[in-house]
Every structure is written in structure tokens, then in C-alpha cells.
């Protein structure tokens, strides 16, 4: 993170614009709208700025600059097109300690100027660090488009009843919780509706269900294959509600950053022959979480219900009365094989598949290999990586063909991913050499032969055997 984002209250404080043509305009109309006591410092100023600084009331020093300007402002900006001045002012004010922002030159500033979407007193703003203010002006767009323009009076009417909600729901967790349905369900449709006196009559009745403030909940939430961008509006929203969130280790950091600042975080994860906790200790957390009233999120990699155990987790709280919610993702296989241009059926190719746990008990891997001889059938194995040599054998001893492609995807859908190709009779030497990390997927049947030309994101490392 480059900038630190902070929120600058500038009203009836002295900022210093130097600078008089039409990229100053910009600059001191968003300036005067937040306030600001503005002094212009420039030579000529063209006539949009002169009839701002009239009807808003700032001020024109017609002058050049120099470093006395800087007396008493709190934030300088330069908007110039001499870049010998607009050093003179980076350097002046860096020496005295003031944010300064130079115009279309991020090495001289060390405040930046974002995009805003303006729902006040909600602000949101977007920053590119001075890389692409396009790019920050095409998400505000968007943004805008998601955020209606009531949300300020939301917040307005939120503002009003924050201190008597405070009093009645003195917990930090029980109040929060409390706000956040209050503002994301019916109580907000009538505030945004223009029906503030219902909502506020809601709002009373609600805090005086005080059995209902103190209900735990689970949330089981399935990640997805690794790239945050495949993970579901509802899964995001309900990972940025969660007091704590319990995650594993295939789910990848970037999405657990997604949590709230101040939520709990709680690894839970496994590996082969090695458990953080073992799976009825996590059960049981999630029951205990709950029952102190706690919104908690259970992060599991892909889809909760395809080798992810989710079953046996919502059992316990069912058992126990706990209220949970269960949110699919994009199982591996499905993400992981797009990722690495591998369509799981093909007209041409396969007419159906398989999902597989490729786990090692012992030194081998449980199944009827039987089933598994279809030449027109997709196998997808789950934690296949140390069962790989076992899979491969026991597949052409029970007649799948020596040359059936295959491939084991390693960290797909992140940028790290690799993908190694070979067919059954040469994979597992493949592998063996290139050393690759779970998590990894194993791919096996005659649609990997199309990896080759429908491979689209990332690197291929690799050659089929």
C-alpha cells in the first residue's frame, strides 16, 4: 500500500492552490465544496477561476510563487504546467511537513486526490496512486451505479439513533450485529423509501427483541478455487459482517483480507498427515463461537459440499440449534480446469465426469478402478498430489490406455499457476521432477489434449509426454 487513505477535514482551513489555469479550476472547485479557506498564488488566472473564487469567496494573490506562501496552510497543491515550479513547491513543502499534491506528477506529491463518490456524509473514495486516474474515474462510475444516493440519508438517519442504540445494546458485538441487518434489510428500504418515522417505529421495536440480539450464527462459505474475483456477492458481504472467520490453508490470503479490519482470524487448515485441529475440535468451535452470540464465517476452499466436509460441520450445529447459512462457490475443478483451458466435456472428447478424492490411506488410494475406464468419461482428482504415482498405475492396470492425456494444475486460478501435462504413463516421473505444491488438481482424459490451444491465463510449464 503506497498511500495510506485518510479523510482530510479542510473546512475553514488554509490551502494553498498554486496555480491559474484549468486544471487549477478543478482543483478549487472540489476544494470550496469541502470548505476550504482557498488561496490561489498565481501570475493570471483564467476567468472560470476568477468567477469561482468570487462566488465561493476565495482569494487571488496575483503573483509568482514563493516558499512564504505556505504560511499557515494545511494543504498545498500545485497546478502548473512549469515543472521547475512545481518542484520549487513539492520541496518547500515536504521541508515544512505539509501534505502537498503536484498535478499529474505522483513522484512530487505525497497526498493524491481520489475519485470520489459523493453520498454525503458518505464518502467513497478511489485511488489509483497517481498510476491511472482513468482507471479510478471508470470505478467511481461503476460504483456509483451500486451506491443509491439515499445512502446518505441513511447515514444521516444511522447518525441520529447511534447513541440511542448505544444505550440500549452496550456490546460491541450484539450492536453490531444489530446495525448491520437494521441497515441492510427493511429498516434501510423505508429510511431510502422516505418513510424515516416507520423506519425509526422499526428500528424501536427490534431493540426491544433482545432475545434476537444475542443469536449466534454460522456462515459456511465456500472460497472458491483461489482468485478472489470468482468469489460470490454474498459470500464477500458475509465475510465483511463476520466477528471471527475460520479459514484453511486452501484458501488463498487474498480473500481472508477481505474480512473486517477487526474480525477475528483463526487457521484452522490441514495438511497430509498434520492438522492444525482435528475435524471435530473445528466442529465444535463453531457451535462455542456461536453460542456466545458471535457471527462467524467458516472459509472453505472451492465448494463447502465437494470434498470440503461442510456436512459434517452444519451436522454439529444443527444438533445444537444454531442458526447457519451454507453459500456454494466455484469447486476447484470447475475453476481450476477453465483457468487451465481444460473444458471438463467436449463433444468430441467426453460426455461426462468425475469428481474423485485422490487421498492416500496408507499407501494406497480406495477405489473401484474399475468405474473409472470410460475413454469418454473426465476423472478430476482432489488432493491427488502424493497419491499421483498410485492414481496413474492403478488406472492403466485396470485398462485405461498408457497414452490417455493428463495433468496436475498447480495453484490454478492465482498467478502462480502451473500446469504440467503428460499422460498416464509419464506424469508421475513429470511431477516428480518439477516439485510442484498443493494445491493441486489431476485432470485425466482426452480433454487435456486441448490445453494446448485453449490455454488462456497465465504461463504453461510444460509439455505433453
Given amino acids: 500500500?503506497?498511500?495510506?487513505?485518510?479523510?482530510?477535514?479542510?473546512?475553514?482551513?488554509?490551502v494553498l492552490l498554486v496555480g491559474g489555469g484549468v486544471v487549477a479550476v478543478r482543483k478549487a472547485r472540489l476544494l470550496l465544496r469541502a470548505g476550504a479557506d482557498l488561496v490561489v498564488v498565481a501570475p493570471q488566472v483564467c476567468d472560470e477561476l476568477q468567477a469561482l473564487l468570487g462566488d465561493a469567496g476565495g482569494s487571488w494573490r496575483q503573483a509568482r510563487y514563493t516558499a512564504t506562501d505556505l504560511d499557515g496552510a494545511t494543504l498545498v497543491v500545485a497546478a502548473t504546467g512549469d515543472r521547475a515550479v512545481n518542484e520549487a513547491v513539492h520541496r518547500d513543502a515536504t521541508a515544512q511537513g505539509l501534505p502537498v499534491n503536484v498535478v499529474d506528477s505522483p513522484d512530487l506529491c505525497t497526498a493524491v486526490f481520489p475519485s470520489i463518490v459523493d453520498r454525503s456524509p458518505v464518502l467513497i473514495a478511489i485511488s489509483s496512486a497517481g498510476r491511472s486516474p482513468v482507471l479510478a474515474r471508470i470505478l467511481r462510475r461503476r460504483i456509483e451505479a451500486l451506491v443509491p444516493a439515499a445512502y446518505g440519508r441513511l447515514a444521516e438517519f444511522a447518525g441520529r439513533l447511534r447513541q440511542r442504540v448505544k444505550e440500549a445494546l452496550p456490546g460491541d458485538s450484539p450492536r453490531r450485529l444489530f446495525w448491520e441487518q437494521a441497515l441492510e434489510g427493511t429498516v434501510a428500504e423505508r429510511v431510502m423509501a422516505g418513510r424515516e418515522a416507520a423506519a425509526e417505529q422499526l428500528l424501536e421495536e427490534r431493540l426491544r427483541d433482545t432475545d434476537a440480539l444475542y443469536r449466534g450464527e454460522v456462515y459456511l462459505v465456500g472460497a472458491g478455487p483461489g482468485d478472489p474475483d470468482l468469489l460470490t456477492f454474498k459470500a464477500a458481504r458475509l465475510l465483511q459482517s463476520a466477528d471471527v472467520v475460520l479459514y484453511d490453508r486452501l484458501v488463498s490470503?487474498?480473500?481472508?483480507?477481505?474480512?473486517?479490519?477487526?474480525a477475528e482470524r483463526i487457521y484452522v487448515g490441514k495438511r497430509r498427515a498434520q492438522h492444525t485441529l482435528p475435524q471435530g475440535e473445528i466442529n465444535q468451535l463453531l457451535v462455542d463461537l456461536a453460542g456466545q452470540g458471535k457471527r462467524v464465517v467458516r472459509l472453505k476452499g472451492g465448494d463447502p459440499f465437494i470434498f470440503g466436509r461442510g456436512g459434517?460441520?452444519?451436522?454439529?450445529?444443527?444438533?445444537?440449534?444454531?442458526?447457519?447459512?451454507?453459500?456454494?462457490?466455484?469447486?476447484?475443478?470447475?475453476?481450476?480446469?477453465?483457468?487451465?483451458?481444460?473444458?471438463?466435456?467436449?463433444?468430441?472428447?467426453?460426455?461426462?465426469?468425475?469428481?474423485?478424492a485422490g487421498y492416500l490411506k496408507g499407501q494406497t488410494v480406495e477405489h473401484d478402478w474399475s468405474q473409472f475406464q470410460?475413454?469418454?468419461?473426465?476423472?478430476?482428482?482432489?488432493?491427488?498430489?502424493?497419491?499421483?504415482?498410485?492414481i496413474c498405475r492403478e488406472l492403466q492396470a485396470h485398462g485405461r490406455a498408457p497414452d490417455t492425456p493428463a495433468a496436475l494444475v498447480e495453484r490454478g486460478t492465482l498467478l502462480q499457476q502451473r500446469v504440467i501435462t503428460g499422460t498416464l504413463a509419464t506424469l508421475a516421473e513429470r511431477v516428480a521432477r518439477e516439485h510442484p505444491v498443493a494445491p493441486t488438481l489431476l485432470i485425466v482424459g482426452s480433454v487435456v489434449s486441448l490445453h494446448r490451444s485453449l490455454a488462456w491465463f497465465g504461463q504453461e510449464d510444460g509439455a505433453a509426454g
Fill in 253 to 262: 490470503p487474498s480473500i481472508v483480507e477481505l474480512a473486517r479490519r477487526d
Fill in 312 to 356: 459434517e460441520e452444519i451436522e454439529l450445529l444443527a444438533r445444537h440449534g444454531i442458526p447457519f447459512q451454507v453459500v456454494p462457490g466455484i469447486t476447484a475443478a470447475n475453476g481450476v480446469a477453465c483457468y487451465a483451458g481444460i473444458p471438463l466435456t467436449h463433444r468430441d472428447h467426453a460426455q461426462s465426469v468425475r469428481f474423485v
Fill in 1 to 14: 500500500m503506497e498511500y495510506l487513505p485518510l479523510f482530510l477535514k479542510v473546512a475553514d482551513a488554509r
Fill in 374 to 390: 470410460s475413454s469418454n468419461e473426465t476423472l478430476v482428482f482432489y488432493m491427488g498430489l502424493a497419491g499421483l504415482p498410485v
